[in-house]
């Protein structure tokens, strides 16, 4: 069965900084998807970046961008120049190859921004 | 275009009460599925809807879940009878291909 981990319950960051959330995750297939997931404290959950595990190249999106090791099994997050509004909880989650299909997500981590 | 919505927010029952959960997707999502997370936990998978029918039911915790989703547009969660560990945060989502759009979510207690 597929599972994914965040071993970071909690973490914060200066303005303006920049911060790594890690993921790890496991699995037995060789195709899927890794996505990233923000909710910020209003609760809706809302997609931050999405990676296709057969694309070595890794996602970006804005200040917002993934180190995707394979091998590893590993799927960190970089949030760059930290601004107040990306307080909130991530969630990792894992999706098997395909259109649809159940997301396995991971423990979250709240991420604290300092003015 | 509206988003996913969920009804209640927030729901506070006793041991033993019935609980209906409503979501609506957004208009034209074949796909529905409903989330939860227990306090301080993973969000975990309960089923997928595609259109009416019951597509993965595979996170379903017991018999005591029932899930609807007649004429494949809103969909019901009802608990019965609730029991104290079905406190949590109920999320349901949609989706019309990759990218799945979530709701609010619903906070039950259950006392």
């Known amino acids: 069965a597929q599972t994914v981990t965040q071993s970071q319950p909690e973490m914060s960051v200066q303005e303006a900084e920049t911060v790594t959330l890690s993921c790890t995750y496991d699995?037995?297939?060789?195709?899927?998807?890794l996505f990233w997931y923000k909710q910020p404290p209003s609760r809706q959950m809302i997609l931050v970046i999405r990676?296709?595990?057969?694309?070595?190249q890794n996602a970006t999106e804005n200040r917002f961008s993934v180190n995707f090791q394979k091998a590893a099994k590993s799927f960190s997050l970089k949030i760059s120049d930290s601004q107040l509004g990306d307080a909130a909880m991530y969630f990792c989650?894992?999706?098997?190859?395909?259109?649809?299909?159940?997301?396995?997500f991971g423990q979250g981590t709240t991420l604290q921004v300092k003015p | 275009e509206a988003g996913v919505t969920q009804f209640p927010s927030h729901s506070v029952i006793e041991k033993g009460q019935t609980v209906t959960l409503r979501c609506d997707p957004i208009?034209?999502?074949?796909?529905l599925y409903w989330y939860r997370r227990v306090m301080g936990k993973e969000i975990k998978f309960l089923l997928h809807?595609?259109?009416?029918?019951?597509?993965?039911e595979s996170g379903m915790p017991n018999n005591r879940f029932l899930a609807e989703r007649t004429g494949g547009t809103y969909s019901t969660l009802k608990v019965q009878p609730a029991e104290l560990e079905d406190s949590g945060v109920y999320f349901c989502?949609?989706?019309?291909?990759?990218?799945?759009?979530f709701g609010p979510g619903t906070r039950l207690t259950v006392l």
């Open positions: 989650a894992y999706r098997k190859l395909g259109n649809t299909g159940k997301l396995i």
């Open positions: 809807f595609v259109k009416e029918s019951k597509q993965d």
């Open positions: 699995t037995s297939e060789s195709d899927y998807y």
């Open positions: 989502a949609s989706s019309q291909g990759l990218m799945e759009y």
């Open positions: 990676q296709e595990a057969y694309k070595q």
């Open positions: 208009s034209g999502h074949d796909n």
